[in-house]
Nanobody, 119 residues
Framework: QVQLVESGGGLVQAGGSLRLSCAASGSISSINNMGWYRQAPGKQREFVVVIIRGGGTNYADSVKGRLTISRDTAKNTVTLQMDSLKPEDTAVYYC?????????????WGKGTLVTVSS
């Protein structure tokens, strides 16, 4: 089991910045990758970014060049630096972690943190 807790959401004007954090606890050693998804009002949850165990990253085209994911393995946290924010970035942002242990994979989610970008 892995527990994820997000923090750092809030209200920001277009062009501004926010930093989201996700703290993981529990079976940390089983985590293969962590990342962020978001869900805007009335829309489906969509992929934003992932960082894999080896440090590689993959971003959705819509956020490339504006959002940056990093991790602190000592603190078991993942951070999402969000710059040049746009109103269309408004959404609830969810941290996720994918694990693999004893031949079984699982995906865990945090409860989400709201990001609102005003125009």
């Amino acid at each position: 089991q892995v527990q994820l807790v997000e923090s750092g959401g809030g209200l920001v004007q277009a062009g501004g910045s926010l930093r989201l954090s996700c703290a993981a606890s529990g079976s940390i050693s089983s985590i293969n990758n962590m990342g962020w998804y978001r869900q805007a009002p009335g829309k489906q949850r969509e992929f934003v970014v992932v960082i894999i165990r080896g440090g590689g990253t993959n971003y959705a085209d819509s956020v490339k060049g504006r959002l940056t994911i990093s991790r602190d393995t000592a603190k078991n946290t993942v951070t999402l630096q969000m710059d040049s924010l746009k109103p269309e970035d408004t959404a609830v942002y969810y941290c996720d972690a994918n694990t693999w242990s004893r031949g079984v994979g699982a995906q865990y989610w945090g409860k989400g943190t709201l990001v609102t970008v005003s125009s």
